[in-house]
């Protein structure tokens, strides 16, 4: 098996299983140890995963902080100590008498900037330990509030199951936003209780599902010795950032580290040869154009 060329690869990941179990399987399929994964998802969840081969772990930095959209769907009637259905119940009620009208306006009070309490079982650390492990160790875990950014939450079928309500919903937001506190919140503050019991990412910024592999998919590949689709470094990046072609003459300063002129880019941006490869990120200040990070250094 030939070691596949450094990039990012969008995988649809399956339930059941880690995104660092996702990053072992395709260690094995890129025949090299370089891989990396940008935007954790639970065992539970699907959808997009970006995964980087090679040098392409370099701009998984940049991918962490993108938006995201995912489609859930939150029971009602039912808390878990992990917000999701894979959490033991921690409290019922009868939530069939809750309104739709109701279920609506609870959703549409957390779009904007919120303050949002991560679920209990996260990453998020606590004294250079992960709550999740806190939590299972039997520990009760109390986090601070976060400010995230929750741009749109679109409900779709409404269904009623004896005291159960399901409600699917389609959420735009940060980085940083947890669906299962979305679902927790909308059953505290109609006083019923919730969890989450699916969740499918299906966008990470310019990132979508139609882009996305399984992991089936990419084996076949392998086995056939045939590429598994990974976008280009240059490719990668235009979808991450701006982009500015490099001149011969700029390229060469680039791969010794030294600035540029300014091409009057706000922010952060890519800079690609003209052959359309990655050759630096870099941001503009002090009137020169600074790399942030150089792709194609000199040997």
């Known amino acids: 098996m030939t070691t596949a060329q450094p990039g990012l690869i969008v995988v649809d990941k399956p339930q059941g299983i880690t995104s660092h179990g996702v990053v072992a399987r395709m ?3 890129c025949g090299t140890r370089k891989v990396g994964h940008g935007g954790t998802l639970d065992p539970m969840a699907t959808g997009v995963l970006i995964v980087a081969v090679g040098k392409a772990t370099k701009l998984l930095t940049y991918v962490s902080g993108l938006d995201k959209s995912y489609l859930a769907t939150v029971r009602l009637g039912q808390a878990t100590v992990t917000d999701d259905a894979e959490g033991e119940v921690t ?10 009208k109701a279920i609506r306006a609870g959703l549409a009070a957390m779009t904007g900037a919120i303050d949002q309490v991560p679920s209990a079982v996260s990453a998020v650390k606590i004294d250079g330990q992960r709550a999740y492990k806190r939590v299972r160790d039997g520990e009760t875990v109390e986090l601070k509030a976060r400010r995230v950014t929750i741009a749109a939450i679109e409900v779709g079928a409404i269904r009623r199951e004896g005291a159960f309500v399901d409600v699917d919903i389609d959420v735009s937001c940060s980085s940083g936003t947890y669906i299962r506190a979305i679902a ?3 059953g505290d503050a109609l006083g019923v209780g919730g969890h989450l019991t699916a969740l499918r990412r299906t966008r990470i910024g310019g990132f979508g599902l139609d882009a996305a592999a399984t992991l089936e998919a990419l084996a076949e590949r392998a086995e056939a010795a045939e ?10 990046a235009a979808r991450l950032m701006p982009v500015r072609t490099a001149t011969e003459p700029e ?10 002129e300014p091409a009057g880019i706000e922010g952060r941006y ?8 990655l050759l630096a990120v870099m941001t503009e200040r002090d009137g020169q154009a600074k790399p942030e990070t150089v792709f194609a250094a000199a040997s």
């Open 27 to 29: 260690r094995r399929l």
């Open 251 to 260: 390229a060469k300063a680039l791969s010794y580290g030294k600035a540029l």
């Open 91 to 100: 409290a019922s009620a009868d939530a069939a008498a809750v309104a739709d």
């Open 270 to 277: 890519a800079v690609l040869s003209e052959d359309g490869d």
């Open 184 to 186: 927790r919140d909308l």
């Open 227 to 236: 590429p598994l689709g990974a976008l280009t470094m240059g490719e990668a």
